[in-house]
């Protein structure tokens, strides 16, 4: 059976299953590309004649006509598609396509804050209420440590050392590690702790960071104050607890930190983890220079 005529008796026999117009449409688009790809090898092949050899090809044949790896891998999964029915249909005994990885997806870069950005959260903020030091105090914590939100809501009072400017965190997997404070954090967890007790209902809470009915803050109520603040002063597609995070490794590196130096304040039980902040750091040199020197685009 020819590819044309076995890519119709597919179609056909998706529309008898009751699958939708567009998971119809979507197989036969990728299907006609393929016989496109095919007709331009040199005409009309039997679908029983088609190799792994064959096929490979057309992955570059779709990035040539500038298909992202998202489009090229659907279009793989048709032509795995049409093989699996062809092998129950008997028109074929092996399904060449499958031996054929898909392209791996591009991971996105994590949205960080601009320096000026991480500066700004702090005029944000309603200094003058307990609610509003503490929702500071998180902050300047969460991007000047490079704390994991679920690792700062564990934190206790005890675990802060503001003499020494140390916080002892437990990670995942139970690993514990001791990251330094920023002069800003320390100000900020010293003023927060000066009218904890306005929120906190019983003496014995030893929560570090605890809600409006003074029980320890929880991380849903820890997103819902950090996307409101990073609102109004940041147009990072992302507005989470993890977008401090991120800004603090970015930030580092981008003054010349040494990767292994981060990867171990971050927790990280690898570099290779710790490595796509050097893939932002240098997307943000790229565009700053894209943006700021004259002979940039031509």
Same mark, same amino acid.
């Given at each position: 059976?020819?590819?044309?005529?076995?890519?119709?008796?597919?179609?056909?026999?998706?529309?008898?299953?009751?699958?939708?117009?567009?998971?119809?449409?979507?197989?036969?688009?990728?299907?006609?590309?393929?016989?496109?790809?095919?007709?331009?090898?040199?005409?009309?092949?039997?679908?029983?004649?088609?190799?792994?050899?064959?096929?490979?090809?057309?992955?570059?044949?779709?990035?040539?006509?500038?298909?992202?790896?998202?489009?090229?891998?659907?279009?793989?999964?048709?032509?795995?598609?049409?093989?699996?029915?062809?092998?129950?249909?008997?028109?074929?005994?092996?399904?060449?396509?499958?031996?054929?990885?898909?392209?791996?997806?591009?991971?996105?870069?994590?949205?960080?804050?601009?320096?000026?950005?991480?500066?700004?959260?702090?005029?944000?903020?309603?200094?003058?209420?307990?609610? +509003?030091?503490?929702?500071? *105090?998180?902050? &300047? $914590? !969460?991007?000047? #440590?490079? =704390?994991?939100?679920?690792?700062?809501?564990?934190?206790?009072?005890?675990?802060?050392?503001?003499?020494?400017?140390?916080?002892?965190?437990?990670?995942?997997?139970?690993?514990?590690?001791?990251?330094?404070?920023?002069?800003?954090?320390?100000?900020?967890?010293?003023?927060?702790?000066?009218?904890?007790?306005?929120?906190?209902?019983?003496?014995?809470?030893?929560?570090?960071?605890?809600?409006?009915?003074?029980?320890?803050?929880?991380?849903?109520?820890?997103?819902?104050?950090?996307?409101?603040?990073?609102?109004?002063?940041?147009?990072?597609?992302?507005?989470?607890?993890?977008?401090?995070?991120?800004?603090?490794?970015?930030?580092?590196?981008?003054? +010349?930190?040494?990767?292994? *130096?981060?990867? &171990? $304040? !971050?927790?990280? #039980?690898? =570099?290779?983890?710790?490595?796509?902040?050097?893939?932002?750091?240098?997307?943000?040199?790229?565009?700053?220079?894209?943006?700021?020197?004259?002979?940039?685009?031509?």
């Amino acid at each position: 059976m020819t590819v044309h005529d076995a890519v119709a008796d597919f179609c056909s026999s998706l529309e008898r299953k009751g699958s939708s117009r567009h998971t119809i449409d979507a197989y036969r688009t990728a299907l006609r590309q393929f016989e496109e790809y095919l007709g331009e090898l040199g005409g009309e092949y039997d679908l029983a004649d088609i190799t792994e050899s064959d096929i490979k090809p057309f992955l570059g044949w779709l990035h040539d006509r500038g298909l992202e790896k998202r489009s090229i891998r659907a279009r793989l999964a048709a032509v795995k598609a049409l093989f699996k029915f062809g092998i129950r249909m008997g028109y074929v005994k092996r399904n060449p396509a499958s031996v054929i990885a898909s392209p791996k997806l591009d991971k996105p870069l994590p949205a960080v804050l601009q320096q000026d950005e991480a500066v700004r959260i702090q005029d944000v903020v309603d200094l003058a209420t307990a609610s +509003g030091l503490r929702d500071r *105090a998180l902050c &300047e $914590l !969460l991007y000047g #440590s490079g =704390l994991r939100i679920s690792e700062a809501l564990q934190l206790d009072c005890d675990s802060i050392d503001t003499s020494r400017r140390l916080v002892k965190v437990l990670g995942k997997r139970n690993k514990e590690r001791i990251v330094p404070l920023t002069a800003a954090s320390v100000d900020a967890i010293l003023a927060w702790q000066e009218r904890r007790h306005e929120l906190t209902t019983t003496a014995s809470e030893r929560a570090l960071f605890v809600g409006d009915r003074g029980a320890r803050l929880t991380s849903v109520s820890a997103w819902r104050i950090i996307r409101r603040l990073l609102g109004p002063i940041t147009e990072s597609r992302r507005k989470s607890p993890h977008v401090l995070r991120h800004s603090f490794a970015t930030h580092l590196l981008d003054n +010349g930190a040494d990767l292994s *130096a981060v990867s &171990e $304040l !971050l927790g990280h #039980s690898s =570099l290779s983890t710790t490595q796509v902040y050097t893939h932002v750091s240098v997307e943000r040199l790229k565009e700053a220079y894209h943006r700021a020197h004259p002979r940039a685009e031509e």
